[in-house]
C-alpha cells in the first residue's frame, strides 16, 4: 500500500515537471514571435518614416 502511494506522489511529479516544461516552452515560444512582429511593424514605420523624409 506504501509503495503504491509513494509511487502515485512520484509519477505526479514527474507528470507535473514534464508539463510545466511544455508550458514554459510554449510561453517561450510565443513571446519570442510575439518580439519579432514588434520588430517587423517597427521595421515598417522606419521605412514609411524615411519614405517622407525623402518627400
Not at 5 to 33: K, N
Amino acid at each position: 500500500m506504501d509503495r503504491n502511494i509513494s509511487q502515485a506522489i512520484l509519477w505526479s511529479l514527474i507528470g507535473s515537471t514534464i508539463l510545466s516544461t511544455i508550458f514554459s516552452f510554449i510561453v517561450i515560444y510565443r513571446l519570442e514571435r510575439g518580439i519579432r512582429k514588434v520588430s517587423k511593424i517597427e521595421q515598417r514605420l522606419v521605412d514609411t518614416k524615411g519614405m517622407y523624409n525623402l518627400v
